[in-house]
């Protein structure tokens, strides 16, 4: 059974810095696309960060120059390093997995196939 399990949310003060993980497992997502996607009451699903396999990211404007993507395909993890918090990013985060696409990297929902339960942040102002 493949799961996906988010952890390392909480709440922070605006300005402050948070480090989300997400460990995966049942089977390796060493060649596939992983990515952070958050959700806030009463908004849609939306993209954060996604990390192809071999590296490469993308970043929400919103969290450009803030956040940070890593992944350690050895470990099958993936973790977001967010730094100065702000109380628009408070939402529940969660970590999402590509089943099988090498050369697909996607920012939209709809491109993954695994997704864990999710991890609330919370920024106070």
């Known amino acids: 059974q493949v799961q996906l399990a988010e952890s390392g949310g909480g709440l922070v003060q605006a300005g402050g810095s948070l480090r989300l993980s997400c460990a995966a497992s049942?089977?390796?997502?060493?060649?596939?696309?992983m990515g952070w996607f958050r959700q806030a009451p009463g908004k849609e699903r939306e993209f954060v960060a996604v990390i192809s396999w071999n590296g490469g990211t993308r970043y929400a404007d919103s969290v450009k120059g803030r956040f940070t993507i890593s992944r350690d395909n050895a470990r099958n993890t993936v973790d977001l390093q967010m730094h100065s918090l702000k109380p628009e990013d408070a939402a529940v985060y969660f970590c999402?997995?590509?089943?099988?696409?090498?050369?697909?990297?996607?920012?939209?929902?709809?491109?993954?196939?695994?997704w864990g339960q999710g991890t609330q942040v919370t920024v106070s102002s």
């Open positions: 049942g089977r390796s997502f060493s060649t596939t696309a």
């Open positions: 999402a997995a590509d089943s099988h696409r090498t050369w697909v990297v996607s920012i939209t929902p709809g491109g993954y196939e695994y």
